[in-house]
């Protein structure tokens, strides 16, 4: 069997050599959008359990003012709603359209 340039070949083949590759990019991009959402949980929920930001025995890169009351609950709030845009974000980049295989379109007779 003699293989075809790929840019010589039907749209066909060359959508189903990408198949492997999606399926990867795919796998990784629900992962990494998973564990940025579980990261960005764990710090939201370790706010408001300690009341204050950032919570007791955290090390920080700079000396920075402790964040208590109501202050402390926003920041957590707004970790919380960046987890769930991350896992909606990695959702929508893992289900993006993909085009369809040659034997589903139909195309008309007018439109050729």
Same mark, same amino acid.
Request: hydrophobic residues 45%; aromatic residues 10%; glycine residues 6%.
């Given at each position: 069997?003699?293989?075809?340039?790929?840019? +010589?070949?039907?749209?066909?083949?060359?959508?189903?050599? !990408?198949?492997?590759?999606?399926?990867?990019?795919?796998?990784?991009?629900?992962?990494?959008?998973?564990?940025?959402?579980?990261?960005?949980?764990?710090?939201?929920?370790?706010?408001?359990? *300690?009341?204050?930001?950032?919570?007791? !025995?955290? +090390?920080?890169?700079?000396?920075?003012?402790? +964040?208590? !009351?109501?202050?402390?609950?926003?920041?957590?709030?707004?970790?919380?709603?960046?987890?769930? *845009?991350?896992?909606?974000? !990695?959702?929508?980049?893992?289900?993006?359209?993909?085009?369809?295989?040659?034997?589903?379109?139909?195309?008309?007779?007018?439109? *050729?």
């Amino acid at each position: 069997m003699r293989w075809k340039p790929l840019q +010589r070949a039907p749209p066909q083949q060359a959508f189903e050599k !990408g198949n492997p590759i999606r399926t990867a990019v795919r796998s990784i991009t629900l992962f990494s959008a998973t564990a940025l959402a579980c990261l960005l949980g764990y710090v939201s929920f370790s706010v408001c359990h *300690a009341g204050q930001w950032p919570p007791p !025995g955290w +090390r920080v890169i700079y000396t920075m003012s402790i +964040r208590t !009351g109501r202050q402390a609950s926003m920041v957590a709030l707004f970790f919380l709603v960046l987890a769930l *845009a991350a896992l909606v974000y !990695g959702a929508g980049l893992a289900s993006l359209w993909e085009p369809e295989p040659e034997e589903e379109i139909e195309v008309s007779m007018e439109e *050729a």
